[in-house]
């Protein structure tokens, strides 16, 4: 019904820069909230940033200043950008939506990209 395809993972150097993105596709009636999630090796999954349809934006303490969400509501997409990349940045990316598949109030779900790799080594 509702797929979320993430851009491809990457090996970046610290200090270096990513962008990534998430897309939206299938039969559905609104996007709400989209959202970046990250989980290391052994660790929970956390949220990373998040962006409202209005544009309103929330960001994990880690990332604040470092990594902006934005999204282009006419695509369906969601983007991050990555800046002054850590070593503790890595680890496998995904993206969720909160999205209203059809017009009845209960015809809405959480949706999951397939999760890619950011690993930032030197």
């Known amino acids: 019904q509702v797929q979320l395809v993430e851009s491809g993972g990457c090996l970046v150097r610290p200090g270096g820069s990513l962008r990534r993105s998430c897309v939206a596709s299938g039969t559905f009636i609104r996007v709400n909230d989209m959202d970046w999630y990250r989980q290391a090796p052994g660790k929970e999954r956390e949220m990373v940033a998040r962006?409202?349809?209005?544009?309103?934006?929330t960001y994990a303490d880690s990332v604040k200043g470092r990594f902006t969400i934005s999204r282009d509501n006419g695509k369906n997409t969601v983007y991050l950008q990555m800046n002054n990349l850590k070593p503790e940045d890595t680890g496998a990316y995904f993206c969720?939506?909160?999205?209203?598949?059809?017009?009845?109030?209960?015809?809405?779900?959480?949706?999951w990209g397939q999760g890619t790799q950011v690993t930032v080594s030197s």
């Open positions: 962006i409202s349809s209005g544009g309103d934006t």
């Open positions: 969720n939506a909160d999205v209203n598949w059809g017009w009845h109030a209960s015809a809405r779900k959480q949706y």
